[in-house]
């Protein structure tokens, strides 16, 4: 069974910065979309930014000129720089894999790191 291992979450002053990590526990052919949500206390999860296998990226309003996904293919692996970090992105973060198995699609799920902004 694929696993997802996040790593980089953690406590930050405002304004400061966090990059997270996620790499499968093993080779997975051809992820097709890998992304990171999020979920505050109390509310629903939600997503942050994700990227297609071509590069394209697409980003919450809420985060957009702050945080910058990428991903290396090689490696099975998603990254997420999170700069001007703001007491309102406080969350778990979650990262995400979205396959097609048989024609079908799968998803992969991280266990999740706490992001902490204080102010």
Same mark, same amino acid.
């Given at each position: 069974?694929?696993?997802? &291992?996040?790593?980089? %979450?953690?406590?930050? /002053?405002?304004? @400061?910065?966090? *990059?997270?990590?996620? =790499?499968?526990?093993?080779?997975?052919?051809? &992820?097709?979309?890998? %992304?990171?949500?999020? /979920?505050?206390? @109390?509310?629903? *999860?939600?997503?942050? =930014?994700?990227?297609?296998?071509?590069?394209?990226?697409?980003?919450?309003?809420?985060?957009?000129?702050?945080?910058?996904?990428? *991903?290396?293919?090689?490696?099975?692996?998603?990254?997420?720089?999170?700069?001007?970090?703001?007491?309102?992105?406080?969350?778990?973060?979650?990262?995400?894999?979205?396959?097609?198995?048989?024609?079908?699609?799968?998803?992969?799920?991280?266990?999740?790191?706490?992001?902490?902004?204080?102010?």
């Amino acid at each position: 069974q694929v696993q997802l &291992v996040e790593s980089g %979450g953690g406590l930050v /002053q405002a304004g @400061g910065s966090l *990059r997270l990590s996620c =790499a499968a526990s093993e080779s997975i052919d051809s &992820v097709n979309i890998m %992304g990171w949500y999020r /979920q505050p206390p @109390g509310k629903q *999860r939600e997503l942050v =930014a994700r990227v297609l296998g071509g590069g394209i990226t697409n980003y919450a309003d809420s985060v957009k000129g702050r945080f910058t996904i990428s *991903r290396d293919n090689a490696k099975n692996t998603v990254y997420l720089q999170m700069n001007s970090l703001k007491p309102e992105d406080t969350a778990v973060y979650y990262c995400n894999f979205r396959v097609v198995i048989a024609g079908s699609w799968a998803d992969y799920w991280g266990q999740g790191t706490q992001v902490t902004v204080s102010s």
